[in-house]
């Protein structure tokens, strides 16, 4: 295996971090896109940064030039994430639009729906969220009820999803509807592209355990969709959700690898500086045991995205194996979470709400948001079912 880049990639690489060094804000921390909800002030941080990025050509770095992005390869893709979590840069707020929205839009958008969207989501003026779950339609998404009737020039929309992301920010959303109740489940589907501004659409926060309100309650109460904002074909909308999750699969898997990284530093350094009993912690040798497998598991997670990035380059469509470090991911990042608390000792059940600072709830946060990994993008149960039935060749569960 040869891991080294080529004289481009590292000019690519080189051109990155010195814009990076020169506008990440000093106020920036990279908690501050994991929970966007925060406040008004940290709404408006993380939009003039995605601003800033836009303006600095690297929004849609993975996007099409014909489409205002970068034409980064993939392997440009993954450098611009290991050089976005190495300068502690923000995430981008409107990330389910440049990640998985626009790149769907790309393959099954018309050019009216390109035209209209396409910019506003680089540049971070329309925010998108992802409207797919519902309260019994989550792992089974072709069980998903949200009806649409059409009436002509639009569809009335009538129903409730669940677990929606950045919805109460958000400007649109890409909403899965159900056009057909006659045509077995997954054939009855479509995507709707549906301004959150619309009458009828009524967004309640959830609050999580963390404090944080991060998804939100959908109800739509006879919503009218223009005709002219159906993705893609009536009742085929299971193609458009097939894009959409390979493109968050694709989207998302290296970014994972590069946080892990951040946090695997973060919590080496804690563990450095941190004494109980009037004796440093990196002596225990528990601890010490802990933190070298935490930092196997980082090379674990970078080297399976590697195998996938292979597989890719070698022409091959993303295959089951992605949801190999999906997995892995979840597992390692609940288990250096709970490390981490376990190496503040009794201060780690203190939270004091400033998840900026280790001594204010940096890694408490962590611990409690890491619980969502293994539920959020797909349950580790369904990564597992996937695994084992089309990598291993298992026959079906019961
Ligand atoms: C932080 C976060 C953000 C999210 N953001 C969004 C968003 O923006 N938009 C959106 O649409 N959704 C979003 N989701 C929802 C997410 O995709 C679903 O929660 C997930 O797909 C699981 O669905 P569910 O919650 O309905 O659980 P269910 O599907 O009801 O599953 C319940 C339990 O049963 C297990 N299970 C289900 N089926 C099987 C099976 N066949 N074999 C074995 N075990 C099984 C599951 O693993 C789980 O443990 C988000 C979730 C989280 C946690």
Redesign the pocket.
Same mark, same amino acid.
């Given at each position: 295996m040869d891991f080294s880049f080529t004289p481009e990639q590292e000019t690519f690489r080189q051109e990155l971090r010195t814009w990076l060094k020169a506008n990440v804000p000093p106020e920036a921390h990279p908690l501050r896109h994991l929970q966007p909800q925060a406040s008004t002030e940290d709404l408006a941080f993380l939009k003039a940064w995605q601003k800033k990025v836009h303006e600095g050509g690297w929004a849609g770095v993975s996007w099409p030039r014909e489409y205002g992005g970068c034409g980064a390869s993939l392997v440009e893709r993954m450098i611009f994430d290991q050089e976005m979590a190495a300068s502690q840069a923000p995430g981008l707020l409107n990330v !389910?639009g440049l990640e998985i929205v626009g790149p769907t839009l790309i393959v099954h958008g018309t050019e009216e729906q390109k035209k209209s969207h396409l910019p506003n989501i680089l540049s971070g003026d329309e925010i998108w *969220?992802?409207? @797919? *779950?519902?309260? /019994? $339609? +989550? *792992?089974?998404?072709g069980s998903l009820r949200t009806r649409a009737i059409d009436q002509g020039d639009y569809f009335v929309v009538t129903g409730q999803?669940?677990?929606? *992301? !950045?919805?109460r920010y958000a400007d649109w959303c890409q909403l !899965?509807v159900r056009t057909n109740l006659d045509a077995p489940k997954h054939q009855g589907i479509s995507c709707l592209l549906v301004d959150m501004k619309s009458p009828g659409i009524t967004v309640k926060p959830l609050r999580?355990m963390t404090g944080d309100s991060? @998804?939100n309650e959908v109800f739509f109460e006879e919503v009218k969709v223009p005709k002219a904002n159906l993705l893609g074909e009536v009742d085929q909308g299971w193609r458009i959700i097939i894009t959409s999750l390979m493109f968050e699969r694709q989207g998302l898997g290296f970014y994972f690898t590069f946080a892990q990284k951040r946090y695997y530093e973060d919590l080496l350094a804690e563990i450095r500086h941190s004494q109980r009993y009037g004796e440093s912690v990196a002596t225990d040798p528990q601890i010490r045991q802990k933190i070298a497998q935490a930092y196997i598991d980082c090379e674990l997670i970078k080297l399976n995205n590697y195998r996938a990035l292979t597989r890719l380059l070698r022409g091959n469509p993303p295959g089951p194996e992605g949801s190999i470090p999906k997995l892995q991911w979840a597992d390692i990042n609940q288990r250096l979470q709970d490390l981490a608390v376990e190496v503040q000792g009794a201060y780690g059940q203190l939270f004091q709400g400033e998840v900026r600072a280790p001594e204010g709830g940096y890694w408490q946060y962590g611990f409690l948001r890491s619980r969502?990994n $293994?539920?959020? &993008? &797909?349950? $580790?149960?369904?990564q597992? /079912?996937i695994l084992a039935e089309r990598v291993l060749g298992l026959p079906k +569960?019961r």
């Amino acid at each position: 295996m040869d891991f080294s880049f080529t004289p481009e990639q590292e000019t690519f690489r080189q051109e990155l971090r010195t814009w990076l060094k020169a506008n990440v804000p000093p106020e920036a921390h990279p908690l501050r896109h994991l929970q966007p909800q925060a406040s008004t002030e940290d709404l408006a941080f993380l939009k003039a940064w995605q601003k800033k990025v836009h303006e600095g050509g690297w929004a849609g770095v993975s996007w099409p030039r014909e489409y205002g992005g970068c034409g980064a390869s993939l392997v440009e893709r993954m450098i611009f994430d290991q050089e976005m979590a190495a300068s502690q840069a923000p995430g981008l707020l409107n990330v !389910l639009g440049l990640e998985i929205v626009g790149p769907t839009l790309i393959v099954h958008g018309t050019e009216e729906q390109k035209k209209s969207h396409l910019p506003n989501i680089l540049s971070g003026d329309e925010i998108w *969220s992802q409207g @797919f *779950s519902e309260p /019994n $339609s +989550g *792992s089974d998404l072709g069980s998903l009820r949200t009806r649409a009737i059409d009436q002509g020039d639009y569809f009335v929309v009538t129903g409730q999803k669940v677990w929606t *992301s !950045l919805a109460r920010y958000a400007d649109w959303c890409q909403l !899965l509807v159900r056009t057909n109740l006659d045509a077995p489940k997954h054939q009855g589907i479509s995507c709707l592209l549906v301004d959150m501004k619309s009458p009828g659409i009524t967004v309640k926060p959830l609050r999580t355990m963390t404090g944080d309100s991060e @998804f939100n309650e959908v109800f739509f109460e006879e919503v009218k969709v223009p005709k002219a904002n159906l993705l893609g074909e009536v009742d085929q909308g299971w193609r458009i959700i097939i894009t959409s999750l390979m493109f968050e699969r694709q989207g998302l898997g290296f970014y994972f690898t590069f946080a892990q990284k951040r946090y695997y530093e973060d919590l080496l350094a804690e563990i450095r500086h941190s004494q109980r009993y009037g004796e440093s912690v990196a002596t225990d040798p528990q601890i010490r045991q802990k933190i070298a497998q935490a930092y196997i598991d980082c090379e674990l997670i970078k080297l399976n995205n590697y195998r996938a990035l292979t597989r890719l380059l070698r022409g091959n469509p993303p295959g089951p194996e992605g949801s190999i470090p999906k997995l892995q991911w979840a597992d390692i990042n609940q288990r250096l979470q709970d490390l981490a608390v376990e190496v503040q000792g009794a201060y780690g059940q203190l939270f004091q709400g400033e998840v900026r600072a280790p001594e204010g709830g940096y890694w408490q946060y962590g611990f409690l948001r890491s619980r969502a990994n $293994s539920i959020e &993008g &797909g349950t $580790s149960e369904i990564q597992r /079912n996937i695994l084992a039935e089309r990598v291993l060749g298992l026959p079906k +569960g019961r």
